[in-house]
């Protein structure tokens, strides 16, 4: 499996944003499954991009870019 040849800036950003998108259905808990599935799935994705051999220093050392979201706005 190649990861470093195929991970273009808009995949990291998506799953950034995947796991960002649940923050607000925290608190009060209204989290659905759906939601919860797709959070879960969007960590294990950013799991195997850590561990990899080929993009974990990448990853360790931030060089994916993805935007920030402010505190307010989660």
């Not at 991970?7 to 923050?23: A, K, P």
């Not at 659905?32 to 991009?49: D, F, G």
């Amino acid at each position: 499996m190649m990861l470093t040849g195929t991970f273009h800036t808009g995949v990291m950003t998506t799953l950034v944003q995947e796991i960002i998108s649940v923050y607000p259905l925290l608190n009060p808990s209204s989290l659905t499954a759906a939601a919860s599935n797709r959070v879960c799935n969007a960590l294990a994705l950013l799991q195997c991009v850590a561990s990899h051999t080929e993009t974990r220093g990448l990853f360790l050392n931030g060089e994916f870019s993805y935007p920030t979201t402010p505190q307010d706005s989660i």
